[in-house]
């Protein structure tokens, strides 16, 4: 054991002067974290915030209604704020000065034409530069839309079965009563913050870049001919491949640590439970460490093993949802994502982030030490052969 200490004492001390784990393990993946989550809105959070505006030129009891029961509940909830504007060209002036992000103009006779069962429209303004605003924008507006015609259609369907005056049901469709109430009953998210997401994701995802450095120098041990010296030290061949492994988990570990905590305290990453969130680490360095070592045994050189391995990373990143939410994908890609660690570790802080308790992550935690160890033990195997005599 004090000659495995002994050799990841030395490739740590080498990793430190060539700083080329802190590039890799560090400075690359806060720097990625920052940049995403300064260009990319946090919809998870109170933070996101849209300056739009309004011109209502029908004034009446429908156009009104999409101001107080469309668009108030989500400026309480601070996600939008609203100005009003008395034409439309002012809202459009305001929008392509970037004073306000986008608008809704309702047209003059809108009511009237809803209640005749006539086509209409509300005109969303949006600004080419605030692409996710307008989208935003025309999705509330869709919304109400679609609500007006579920009134008419409703409407419509009981004129025509006799079942009372039409003259009432248009009265109906103007009324300010609720007939059905909807309740809210709110559970904790289990879906991690934008900011969060692209901390933990460029994390894990920069991790596989970081342990390989560990297994992939046995084979550089092999080329610049110091292998044979260790070997015909008093030393057994797997504390060689012992000293190895836990340089790279301690580079991989420390840059995890060291990743959670400075994108808590510069970018507000919200990780949890430090104990889920220590437990998911370890299990997601073994994990990674398996893989990019399994992966070094089947490369003849240190060039060979440095490119499949980065292949395998930036796959594996990929599929994983390392940059994009894997769940807004077709099922069968988010069923496939399963297939990587970086999902399971993705999934597991979620159910911490969330406020759950480390029982709650037993699924991920089995399903990362699963990965680390099939393919450590696998390539344990094929190690061994690497530091045969």
């Not at 156009?63 to 809202?91: C, H, K, M, N, Q």
């Not at 077709?330 to 982030?353: C, Q």
Request: aromatic share 6%; proline share 4%.
């Amino acid at each position: 054991m004090r000659a495995a200490l002994l050799i990841a004492s030395k490739d740590l001390k080498q990793r430190v002067r060539d700083r080329s784990a802190f590039m890799l393990g560090i400075l690359a993946p806060l720097g990625l974290a920052f940049i995403f989550s300064l260009i990319i809105p946090d919809f998870s959070g109170s933070t996101f915030e849209i300056s739009t505006g309004v011109v209502d030129n029908d004034r009446s009891t429908i156009s009104r209604a999409f101001e107080a029961d469309v668009l108030s509940p989500i400026v309480d909830d601070g996600l939008i704020t609203v100005e009003r504007f008395e034409d439309a060209d002012e809202v459009r002036a305001a929008v392509e000065s970037g004073a306000i992000r986008t608008g809704w103009i309702i047209p003059a006779g809108f009511e009237a034409s809803v209640l005749a069962g006539r086509a209409t429209e509300i005109v969303v303004v949006g600004n080419v530069d605030a692409p996710i605003s307008t989208e935003i924008a025309r999705s509330i507006a869709s919304a109400f839309a679609a609500d007006l015609t579920e009134a008419q259609l409703a409407a419509a369907i009981a004129v025509g079965a006799g079942l009372g005056d039409p003259a009432v049901f248009a009265e109906a469709t103007r009324s300010d009563v609720d007939l059905v109430a909807l309740v809210d009953v709110s559970a904790a998210t289990k879906e991690l913050s934008g900011t969060t997401f692209f901390s933990a994701g460029m994390a894990v995802f920069f991790l596989f870049f970081t342990v390989q450095f560990g297994v992939a120098s046995l084979i550089e041990e092999r080329t610049v001919g110091t292998m044979p010296r260790l070997l015909a030290a008093p030393i057994a061949a797997m504390s060689i491949v012992a000293g190895k492994a836990i340089a790279s988990f301690v580079v991989g570990l420390t840059s995890m640590i060291v990743l959670a905590g400075a994108t808590s305290l510069l970018v507000g990453a919200e990780w949890g439970n430090p104990l889920g969130v220590l437990i998911l680490m370890v299990c997601g360095v073994l994990a990674a460490l398996g893989i990019m070592g399994l992966i070094a045994t089947l490369a003849k050189s240190p060039e060979q093993a440095a490119n499949w391995q980065s292949i395998v990373a930036v796959v594996l990143g990929l599929l994983g949802g390392s940059f994009f939410p894997i769940g807004q994908g077709p099922g069968a890609l988010a069923n496939l994502s399963l297939l990587t660690p970086h999902a399971w570790f993705l999934r597991g802080l979620g159910d911490v982030a969330a406020g759950s308790g480390v029982a709650s992550i037993a699924g991920p935690i089995v399903a990362l030490l699963t990965f680390a160890a099939v393919t450590l033990g696998i390539g344990a195997t094929r190690i061994s052969r690497m530091v045969a005599p």
